[in-house]
């Protein structure tokens, strides 16, 4: 065995210097650190509004009359599961590991129950209020439901959809987004904030 190098791993100071060197497009490291808190903070805000749609969403759901055909909730079913072995295989985790780390079949099989029909539900709600508010779908809206299928590529998104044939699953991804906004416009959203920690009691001198 012939040692040829031995490597020491520094960890560089983020300064001036090293910005000037490795990322140019920054001023200086104050404007790194402030670019990088800057994409923190619209991330977190892109979540927070999606929660905040989802949750719009869900309570509108429960205002939901009416009758889900079977044949609909074994193909949104069949769907959702598809879905998931396409997720797992890229992760590598077989589905029976899957199943059992949530609590066993009969568990696994409530759950996605449960999130069929609240996908159903939501979905169909959001298709009358589209409705009842006479919404009417612009270019900008389908952009904007191809931006959150490919945000990378959002052209990309909507060729592929129109050209497999599913252009119609495309309009109606945007129809429900556009009614999901317009349904958090107008909502009134509570937000709690966290209670204020207690303070530990002192213990007892002996």
């Known amino acids: 065995m012939t040692i040829k190098e031995i490597q020491k791993k520094i960890v560089p100071e983020i300064d001036d210097a090293w910005v000037e060197k490795n990322m140019p497009m920054y001023r200086n490291a104050a404007a790194l650190r402030g670019g990088i808190a800057d994409r923190i903070h619209a991330d977190y805000m892109a ?7 989802q949750m719009a969403a869900a309570e509108l759901g429960k205002r939901f009359q009416g009758r ?3 044949e609909v909730y ?13 997720q797992l ?10 199943v059992e780390s949530q609590g ?3 568990q696994f099989g409530m759950m996605t129950m449960m999130q069929t029909r609240e996908m159903l539900v939501q979905g169909y ?3 009358a209020l589209f409705r009842h508010e006479k919404m009417t779908l612009t270019d ?30 495309l309009r109606e991804a945007a129809e ?21 920690a207690q303070p530990a009691p002192a213990a007892d001198a002996e």
């Open 47 to 53: 979540q927070y509004e999606g929660f905040k749609m």
């Open 68 to 70: 889900i055909a079977d």
């Open 74 to 86: 074994e193909s949104m079913r069949s769907t959702l599961m598809s879905n998931l072995r396409g």
């Open 89 to 98: 295989q890229q992760q590598g985790i077989p589905l029976d590991q899957f």
């Open 104 to 106: 066993g079949e009969q």
């Open 125 to 127: 709600a959001l298709d």
């Open 140 to 169: 900008e809206d389908i952009e904007a439901a191809c931006r959150q299928m490919n945000p990378q590529n959002p052209k990309a998104a909507r060729r592929e959809m129109e050209e497999s044939g599913r252009g119609f699953a």
């Open 176 to 196: 429900r987004m556009k009614a999901n906004r317009w349904l958090l416009e107008h909502a009134i959203v509570n937000v709690e904030q966290p209670a204020a």
